[in-house]
């Protein structure tokens, strides 16, 4: 990746922000240069991190790197790209699990492109929404071109297993949301957060900004997706834990809230969601 595009300089610190979603294990992105995007995070204000794997192999890594520091949490999961492998991963991703994971994901759905079926992607879905519940986590959603089928099944799922992990603790996190508000009171109600990404910055995205506006801070989460999805002011160059800040200013503006509360607020519903003491 071209030095252009890593970050140019770090954003201004807010103090008790948190990443509810990175992918910073992931190379070549981040192989040579680990160790300075989190030292970058902590600087602008960081309190956490949460590092979501895809498959078996990149689980373990987010799991090795919660071990390394008690501020980056490890969610495992097979992602609904790779859910025509589910027979070869699937005793790995058990085997994460149990790990110390603190949620099972990125899993759902996504009919964005051609991959995996439907019903692969249903069979994985399914078959982790039980993992997570035989092992007491919550789950992180990846639902993509697939709002109302990724709802059916989490509807069906809630109203058969009930909010397992107590009444006060939500079951899960959908991950950077893109429906709209309607969809997200629904979600509300079945007892998810709803994470805000870094595209909600971007001037052509109303439903998100409405979004946004409308989901209590109660059930909100915000996050960076990174590499991906950088926020603005930031538009082109490499998305990392640090920019989450810049998420969080946004939605603050668009609240008539100070920064401050939205990162006290987001930080608090991840630990209330991942039991982070």
């Excluded at 979603?21 to 956490?48: C, I, N, Q």
């Excluded at 009919?111 to 079926?117: I, K, N, Q, T």
């Excluded at 801070?217 to 810049?246: C, F, I, K, Q």
Aim: net charge negative; glycine share 8%.
């Amino acid at each position: 990746m071209s030095p252009r595009a890593r970050i140019e300089a770090p954003p201004e610190p807010l103090a008790g922000a948190f990443d509810a979603h990175t992918h910073t294990w992931s190379t070549p992105e981040f192989d040579d240069d680990y160790d300075a995007t989190m030292a970058r995070a902590w600087a602008a204000g960081l309190v956490g991190v949460v590092e979501v794997g895809v498959d078996t192999a990149s689980s373990e890594q987010c799991l090795d790197l919660a071990r390394r520091d008690p501020r980056v949490h490890a969610v495992v999961g097979l992602h609904p790209e790779y859910a025509d492998h589910l027979d070869e991963e699937r005793a790995g991703i058990a085997r994460a699990a149990a790990g110390g994971a603190v949620a099972i994901g990125e899993i759902g759905l996504d009919f964005s492109r051609e991959g995996p079926s439907p019903a692969q992607q249903v069979e994985a879905f399914r078959w982790q929404l039980d993992l997570a519940r035989e092992h007491g986590l919550p789950v992180v959603i990846h639902a993509r071109d697939a709002d109302e089928e990724c709802f059916a099944i989490l509807e069906a799922w809630v109203r058969e297993v009930g909010r397992y992990l107590g009444a006060a603790r939500e079951i899960g996190m959908m991950h950077c949301y893109a429906g709209d508000a309607a969809l997200a009171a629904r979600y509300l109600d079945l007892g998810f957060l709803i994470s805000v990404p870094g595209t909600v910055t971007f001037p052509n995205n109303p439903r998100g900004q409405e979004v946004a506006r409308s989901v209590p801070l109660a059930g909100m989460l915000v996050e960076t997706d990174s590499p991906y999805l950088t926020p603005a002011p930031h538009r082109g160059r490499r998305n990392e834990p640090a920019y989450v800040v810049e998420t969080a200013r946004f939605v603050a503006g668009l609240r008539g809230v100070t920064p401050e509360t939205v990162a006290a607020a987001t930080a608090e519903n991840a630990a209330r969601l991942f039991n982070l003491g």
